[in-house]
């Protein structure tokens, strides 16, 4: 297929499985009785575990292809593009919905474009700079909003989340940098080489070891992580990484316009409540995104 009509195959599909990722989080954490099934700790570290597992088996050929010269580049986009973002969005998950994850979510273009320009020379244009302000303006209302219609949530929680944020825009520039010429399964395959022993140690440290596996709804969780780790990490991390050796940083980052849409979606229909100025902040925060990524392709 012609690579500028595939590229919008992958944003789309790129949308689909991870605007999908939040309720699956939730679901596997396994709320019940105010009780999680499992903690965000271990549900970070099995669904790194997992995902290295199955992408090791499939892409250790491709990796040991790579040049040595490449391998820490490879760790720190693992590090950044996987590991820390697991575990920051299980533990937001504990205090706020996985709807204003998915949105929250969107800001990454956003921050990429700041990332580009502060650490990679990337200078800002007059609109990009009141996108990247409207933006934050959005994501700022976005919180304000859902901190009056949910006043039993901890929307500081919501501060982690842009932390992964930066981990994902910080990770999608290295990659469009420093491994624009490696094959993308190699990519995610060096990625979880070098993060998967980490993974093991904060799984076994944080009672990991103490899983009642025969319970019926730690199975459950599990499952939605076999899922999660499937499609949303291993399927859509090489999709991802072929996506920004394809386009730009903030085009392939723009999956986000897509995932809040898929992420209410998926909320709503697990009840979650969402009022009108949560909508408006979240048009706010989308309407920003456009305007830098329309900026960048000018550009």
Partial sequence: ?????????????????????????????????GELVLQPL?????RTIISGTILIIIGWKSFISTDKKDWPWLAVSGLLGTFFPAFLF???????????????????????????AVIFGISFSRNQLIG??????????????????????????????????????????????????????????GNFIFIVPLAIIVFFSSDGHSIEFNDSRVQESFLYIIVLCLFGTVAAKIMFNKLVQMTSP???????????????????LDGEFFNVWQGVATAVIIFAVVLVTREKKKA
């Fill in 90 to 116: 299980a533990y937001a998950q504990t205090e706020i919905d996985s709807a204003i994850s998915a949105i929250l979510n969107s800001t990454v273009p956003l921050i990429s474009l700041i990332m580009g």
């Fill in 42 to 46: 271990q549900l970070g570290a099995a």
């Fill in 132 to 189: 990247v302000i409207i933006g934050l303006a959005g994501a700022i209302g976005l919180v304000i909003a859902g901190m009056e219609s949910h006043p039993n949530q901890n929307y500081l929680f919501a501060g982690l989340i842009l932390i992964a944020c930066v981990c994902y825009a910080s990770n999608v520039n290295i990659i469009k940098k420093y491994l624009q010429n490696i094959n993308p399964l190699a990519i995610a395959t």
């Fill in 1 to 33: 297929m012609d690579p500028s009509k595939l590229k919008y195959v992958y944003l789309i599909i790129l949308s689909l499985i991870w605007g999908s990722s939040f309720i699956l989080i939730k679901k596997a954490l396994g709320e019940e009785n």
């Fill in 250 to 268: 903030v085009f392939a980052t723009s999956v986000t316009y897509l995932m809040p849409v898929i992420g209410l979606t998926w909320g709503v």
